[in-house]
C-alpha cells in the first residue's frame, strides 16, 4: 500500500507542476527557481518523517531489519548522495539546450518529460542492481571497484573537449529513424508537414538528457546500493531526488563553474561508498558495521567542504 501511496503522490505531485503551476511556457527566474529548490528539498526532508514511521509501524517490507533511525540516516545518505551526484547532471544539460538553441521559457517542458523517463529507467536499473547483489555476491566487488575508478577519473582525467550533443550517436541515429525541424516550433515534440510528422530539436534535446541521465544512473546507482539495498529506500530517496533537478538546475545552471572544487567531494564520498561496497561481505562476516553517523557524516562534510572551498577560492579570485 505504501508503494502504491508513494507512487501516487509522485504523479499527483507531476500533474500539479505542469499543468497548474507550470501550465504556460515562460522563463524562469533564479528567484522562483530558488523558491522551488526549497520546496522540494524541504519536502524531502519532511519524507524522512514518513521514512520512520513506515518502519516503526511495519508499513513497509523490512528484510534488513533496520530500526527507524537506522532507515533514516539511509534515506538521508541516498538522498544527499543522489543529489550531489546530479550537480554534473547540471552541466550536461545546460550545454545539450545550447547546441539545440533551446529557448529558456521551453526548458522546463524539456525537463519534465525528462523526469518522467528518468523515474522509468531508474526504477528498473535499481531493481536490477538489487536482483545482481541478490543473486551474484561478487558484483559487489565490481561495484565498488567501479565507484572508485569513476572518483579517479572525476579528479586525475585531463580535461576532455566540451561535449557536443550534435556530435553524439543518440543525435545521429534520431536523425537516420526520422525527419528533423530546422527551427523550435513552440512548445510542441513533434510536427506534422505535408502528411509527414517530424521530430522538433525539443524532442532532440530530451531524448539526448533520457540517455545521458542513464549513463549517470550508472555511477548513482551503484553508489546508493553500498549505503542500503533496501528497494523502498533507494526507490525513494532517487525520486525525490529527481524531482528537485528541474528547479536545481535554473537555479545553479548559471553558477555552476563557481563551484569547481565539488568534483572533490564528490570523488571523497564515491570512494568512500566504493570502500564500503568492496568491504561489505567482510563486514557482514565478520559481524562488524560501520555506524551510520560516520557515512551520513562523511557525506554532509564532504559536500559541505567542497562547496565553502569552492566559494572561498572564488572570492580570493
Known amino acids: 500500500m505504501v508503494w502504491e501511496i508513494f507512487i501516487g503522490v509522485v ?12 501550465r504556460k511556457a515562460h522563463i524562469i527566474s533564479h528567484k522562483e527557481a530558488a523558491k522551488w529548490t526549497t520546496f522540494w528539498v524541504g519536502l524531502a526532508l519532511l519524507f524522512s518523517g514518513c521514512i520512520y514511521w513506515f518502519y516503526a509501524d511495519g508499513l513497509v517490507a523490512n528484510h534488513l531489519n ?8 539511509k534515506y538521508l545518505q541516498g538522498y544527499l548522495l543522489e543529489l550531489s551526484l546530479s550537480v554534473d547532471n547540471i552541466f550536461v544539460i545546460a550545454v545539450i539546450f545550447r547546441s539545440f538553441s533551446i529557448p529558456q521559457k521551453y526548458q ?6 525528462g523526469i518522467i523517463g528518468a523515474i ?11 536482483w545482481l547483489i541478490n543473486k551474484i555476491d561478487w558484483i559487489t566487488y565490481v561495484f565498488g571497484a567501479f565507484l572508485i575508478y569513476t572518483a579517479y577519473n572525476m579528479v586525475f582525467s585531463s580535461e576532455e573537449a566540451e561535449f557536443n550533443p550534435k556530435q553524439s550517436r543518440v543525435f545521429k541515429m534520431v536523425r537516420k529513424i526520422m525527419p528533423v525541424t530546422k527551427g523550435i516550433q513552440g512548445q510542441k515534440l513533434f510536427v506534422k508537414k505535408m502528411g509527414i510528422w517530424a521530430a522538433t530539436p525539443l524532442f532532440l534535446a530530451l531524448v539526448i538528457i533520457e540517455f545521458t541521465d542513464i549513463l549517470f544512473a ?3 546507482i551503484p553508489a546508493i546500493l553500498a549505503i542500503t539495498e533496501d528497494p523502498f529506500i533507494v526507490f525513494s530517496s532517487n525520486i525525490m531526488a529527481i524531482l528537485g533537478l528541474r528547479s536545481m538546475y535554473f537555479f545553479l545552471a548559471n553558477i555552476i ?6 568534483k572533490f567531494s564528490l570523488a571523497v564520498i564515491l570512494i568512500y561508498v566504493g570502500i564500503k561496497m568492496i568491504l561489505h561481505h567482510y563486514l557482514k562476516a565478520n559481524g562488524l558495521e560501520i555506524p551510520e553517523w560516520l557515512s ?3 557525506i554532509v562534510v564532504s559536500l559541505g567542504g567542497g562547496i565553502l572551498y569552492s566559494l572561498y577560492k572564488n572570492r580570493q579570485e
Open 108 to 113: 522546463h517542458r524539456v525537463l519534465f518529460w
Open 66 to 73: 533496520y530500526s527507524p533511525r537506522t532507515a533514516v540516516s
Open 120 to 130: 522509468v529507467f531508474r526504477a528498473l536499473m535499481i531493481f536490477f542492481g538489487i
Open 218 to 220: 550508472l555511477d548513482s
Open 11 to 22: 504523479i499527483i505531485l507531476l500533474a500539479l507542476d505542469l499543468g497548474v503551476f507550470n
Open 296 to 298: 551520513l557524516t562523511v
Open 257 to 262: 563553474d563557481k563551484f569547481s572544487y565539488l
